[in-house]
């Protein structure tokens, strides 16, 4: 896989004057991906070259078929000519049909490449990204932009290639039949490519529009669904209908705007050449009645070239449009592709100890605000919490628990000042290892369209059946799946919809267990729960990992003489309500 950040990435800014930058930037990148696939991509055209020739060879022997074979009423000249064009049209079908089953498979080789490599790269970034951008526009750039772009640079380069070769090799030999008509039709050629130029702007202004509007409307579908059950139970179904039918309103409108414009584009040139074919009718029949040097297997294989020609102008006017709208998707995809991960991970990480009591977190001068946000979350912030110690972390609703918990493991990095996790700055640790080591559980920890031992040993796919059945006892996951059809390989549905939500936080607390981590983060985790079913959990816990450090974040109110630490967030900054823990 192409390493996007390492080679390409440079920090982002808002500079609208960067467009163009970013655009060649993206452009270098998706190249990457073509190099790997260059001797099939150069076999395609090598192909496609012979059977342009094919084709052109084609008017010249009906030249001979009618001059040299029909008229002087030779007939062996007519059986070589018709095995010959016989022969042509074998190879040419051979020929297309090898250069279709390469250019698929190749073509779809590199879509697939791109979509991966973006795929990744979009993981990579921190969360709040995926809070700016929607969801619903992220999927019609990876999808719909990607492919246009692809068709641009594989489709429509082997397909311009191809045209041009037909193009110049029909003109060379339009121009030996007859000089005066063929500088006529450069002419005609002339005048298309100056309308298509006066039509470029509006092209690419309707291209960039209508992606727009397919975004709105695959954002609103993924936003509403997902909320379906909030909009019926606040009789939302016709307002949220209303608000379709206007998104669609908008996007028939570009579209249909953008229609009219490609087909003007499109259907001009065609008529300005029909024009041109009657102009040839007309001179060549006066030219053969006056006793000229044309004869009338030259006239037919003049007409016949200049269809050739006219073929490939069409198709390259039509290109030249969707060239625009590839530069549109292109522009959408650069803004993904370059924005940069705010975290990168060390080349050379350091190892965690294997000695001690491991899970040790240290606090030293951190100063945290979100991106984008004046309102300071950890201001030189300092705590230390020993290994093994047990935590409750309090504070109002937006104080930024969660943000701490992200903080430990690496979503976002301190403005100012360190994390250390026995002893070692989290910049210096692998990224595997930092998540393997610090598992939070979040109130709404996610679960995945697949059956619940999968969504148990999702972080650690290698875990045995027993181990993920052991997991799930200590997560009282067991007392309800005794009850489902399939046990633990019973699918939870899409997002873990089948589920309630206490169902699902025991699932994610059993993904935690199976991890065995250094350090736990419950973070509202077991809010669904009933207070007996979350005090028997917290006590499998402590006794699952009497030597590791639990920090239990909750609105519940906690005994304080349960914790080792007591930890108020509030006003920016950390304070200790309580130590028990020695060596603190």
Not at 160 to 167: D, H
Not at 179 to 200: E, K, S, V, Y
Not at 464 to 489: H, I, N, S, W, Y
Request: charged share 20%; aromatic share 6%.
């Amino acid at each position: 896989m192409v390493t996007f950040a390492a080679r390409w990435l440079k920090p982002e800014t808002a500079s609208c004057g960067q467009t163009t930058a970013k655009r060649n930037q993206t452009l270098r990148w998706f190249v990457e991906f073509l190099r790997p696939a260059a001797p099939q991509l150069l076999l395609v055209m090598l192909l496609s070259l012979g059977a342009v020739a094919a084709g052109l060879a084609q008017p010249y022997l009906t030249k001979r078929l009618i001059d040299e074979g029909l008229l002087a009423g030779r007939h062996d000249v007519v059986w070589e000519v018709a095995l010959t064009m016989v022969a042509l049209a074998l190879l040419a079908f051979v020929l297309g049909a090898t250069t279709r089953l390469v250019y698929v498979a190749t073509s779809a080789r590199i879509l697939h490449s791109v979509r991966e490599a973006l795929f990744a790269h979009l993981l990579s970034l921190s969360p709040d990204f995926f809070v700016t951008m929607r969801q619903g526009d992220i999927m019609v750039r990876l999808d719909s932009d990607i492919a246009e772009i692809q068709r641009f640079a594989v489709d429509l380069l082997l397909s311009a290639l191809n045209n041009a070769a037909m193009l110049v090799g029909a003109l060379i030999l339009l121009y030996q039949l007859s000089p005066p008509l063929t500088q006529a039709m450069i002419l005609i050629l002339l005048l298309n490519a100056l309308l298509l130029r006066l039509l470029r702007p509006h092209i690419e202004q309707l291209s960039r529009s209508l992606r727009e509007r397919g975004a709105n409307v695959a954002a609103f579908l993924m936003e509403i669904l997902g909320a379906s059950k909030s909009v019926q139970s606040y009789n939302g179904q016709q307002k949220e209908h209303e608000c379709l039918v206007g998104l669609h309103r908008e996007l028939r409108r570009d579209t249909l705007r953008l229609q009219l414009v490609g087909y003007t584009a499109g259907s001009l040139p065609s008529f300005i050449l029909s024009l041109g074919t009657v102009a040839v009718f007309v001179f060549g029949s006066q030219s053969m009645q006056g006793h000229a040097a044309m004869t009338l297997g030259m006239l037919i294989a003049f007409v016949s070239y200049v269809q050739k020609a006219s073929g490939p102008v069409q198709s390259l006017m039509g290109q030249y449009v969707a060239l625009q709208r590839a530069r549109v998707s292109l522009d959408r995809i650069s803004e993904l592709a370059t924005t940069r991960a705010r975290v990168l991970w060390p080349l050379h990480p350091v190892k965690l100890p294997e000695t001690g009591r491991p899970g040790e977190i240290a606090l030293a001068g951190v100063t945290f605000r979100h991106p984008g946000s004046d309102r300071t979350v950890l201001n030189e912030a300092n705590l230390r919490l020993p290994g093994g110690s047990k935590v409750l972390l309090r504070g109002r609703s937006g104080a930024g628990k969660s943000t701490l918990a992200d903080l430990l493991q690496r979503h976002f990095d301190p403005d100012c000042g360190s994390i250390a996790l026995d002893g070692v700055d989290l910049k210096s640790l692998d990224r595997g290892e930092l998540r393997r080591a610090v598992v939070v559980v979040a109130q709404d920890s996610a679960l995945f369209s697949c059956s619940i031992s999968d969504n148990i040993r999702y972080g650690r796919p290698a875990a045995t059946v027993a181990e993920v059945r052991e997991a799930a006892r200590r997560a009282r996951v067991e007392e309800f799946v005794q009850g489902l059809p399939d046990g633990l390989e019973t699918t939870v549905g899409q997002r873990g919809t089948a589920l309630s939500g206490g169902q699902r936080q025991r699932i994610a607390v059993a993904r935690a267990i199976l991890l065995d981590p250094r350090v736990l983060i419950l973070d509202e985790s077991t809010a669904a729960m009933d207070a007996g079913l979350e005090a028997d959990i917290l006590d499998a816990i402590d006794r699952l990992f009497p030597d590791r450090t639990r920090i239990v974040v909750s609105h519940r109110p906690h005994p304080e003489e349960n914790f080792d630490i007591v930890v108020d967030l509030e006003a920016g900054g950390l304070s200790i309500a309580q130590n028990k823990g020695s060596g603190t």
